[in-house]
């Protein structure tokens, strides 16, 4: 009998060959070790915030390890956990510390650990606020953005904005992008600058299976090649490398990545490439189909709002997401408040090289959970 691809990859224990439906990697279980912690789902398909727990806490419990790998599952399986509790007794080495184990725990490649932006070079990078500099964190700051990335196309200024454009995954442009992101914002304006993430998982569960499966069958390119090389030759520095991965290097910023990526960690499928800032071209079709592709799930994330989780800010607040299963964006609103300045500390993990599984479900299809 003809057997298909799947089935003649791998033998089970007694040499015969194991059913299609065996994913590349078994889904991780929590083990309940942080149920203890308070806290309210955001919205019943995306996020979750704690809002008392310290993440201080977790790191000296005895099980440590155990609280931080259930951490680590709950924020693949929720997209986004949010700590509402000022977290200032946390030091920028335990925040670099939890990223590290968060992917490390859960199955990240050896020899994979934080990413270093490639521009860290660049002396308008910030410091942080005890004036020091760490090139695994990445200082988020309003104002200085628009320093470091002099040379990057603005939005014409006689428009209003479209905010659509500030969707995105972390590190997306890397042959492997970010797994784990950790934000800790350490000033907040009085309103705004809130940020939102859109759960992946749910923007492959609105479509029609037919869709799902086209868009399965595509690649995206994600390219920040001309941002970085012209920073860097105007700036007059090198390109950091390797940044997190021995993949990651020089100016290898073009990767193709899976329209619908498998989650290592939950074995859901998540459109990952089909849409966002560093998203510029779906490989293989016409210029107006790519635009159609993109526009499409686009609209998804823009009116689904169910699957958005929205944070707004306060001090010393952090969120912890996964970049697999979730796009998100910030909100440049801040100029419009007095005292508007909003600045935080971000690590990032660097995960695998994305692929997609054939055998893997899609999130409600694996949770029993109704279609729509
Ligand atoms: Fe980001």
């Known amino acids: 009998m003809a057997t298909t691809q799947n089935e003649t990859q791998e033998n089970g224990m007694n040499g015969n060959p194991l059913p299609a439906s065996k994913l590349q990697q078994e889904p991780l279980k929590n083990s309940g070790s942080i149920d203890h912690l308070k806290y309210v789902d955001v919205t019943p398909i995306i996020g979750r915030e704690y809002p008392t727990a310290k993440i201080k806490d977790i790191l000296a419990a005895p099980n440590s390890d155990q609280q931080l790998r259930d951490l680590a599952i709950t924020i693949c399986e929720r997209g986004v956990v949010f700590f509402r509790a000022p977290q200032d007794d946390l ?6 510390h939890v990223t590290y184990m968060l992917g490390k725990l859960t199955g990240r490649p050896e020899g ?11 002396p308008n990078n910030l410091a942080m606020a005890d004036g020091t500099r760490d090139p695994n964190i990445y200082v988020i700051n309003s104002e200085a953005m628009k ?6 196309k603005r939005p014409p200024l006689d428009q209003p904005r479209d905010l659509s454009r500030e969707w995105h995954s972390d590190s997306c442009y890397e042959n ?23 759960s992946g998982y ?15 069958t595509l690649t995206a390119t994600c390219s920040q090649y001309e ?40 074995g859901w ?26 526009d499409y799930v686009m609209r998804l994330i823009t009116r689904n709002h169910d699957g958005v989780a929205r944070m707004h800010w306060t001090r010393q607040s952090c969120a912890i997401w996964h970049n697999a299963c979730t796009l998100h964006a910030a909100t440049p609103d801040t100029h419009l408040v007095d005292d508007g300045l909003r600045v935080g500390v971000r690590a990032t993990g660097i995960g695998e090289v994305p692929y997609l599984d054939p055998a893997s479900k ?11």
């Open 91 to 96: 030091t920028v080495e335990e925040q670099k």
């Open 112 to 122: 994979h650990g934080l990413h270093v932006h490639p521009l860290d070079n660049d």
């Open 147 to 152: 320093k470091l990335y002099k040379t990057a």
């Open 176 to 198: 492997c992008p970010s797994d784990f992101s950790f934000l800790r914002m350490q000033d907040t304006p009085p309103s705004g600058g809130d940020t939102l993430w859109c």
């Open 202 to 216: 749910e923007l492959y569960d609105r479509m029609s299976p037919s869709f799902r499966g086209y868009l399965e």
């Open 227 to 266: 941002l970085y090389k012209s920073a860097c030759e105007v700036g007059g520095y090198e390109v950091i490398s390797p940044r997190g991965s021995p993949l990651n290097k020089d100016f290898e910023f073009s990767p193709s990545h899976p329209v619908v990526r498998t989650h290592p960690v939950t």
């Open 269 to 294: 499928k998540s459109v990952f490439a089909g849409a966002g800032l560093h998203v510029t071209r779906i490989n293989g079709v016409t210029s107006y189909e790519d635009t159609m592709i993109r």
């Open 362 to 372: 899609g999130r409600r299809e694996a949770l029993g959970l109704p279609l729509y």
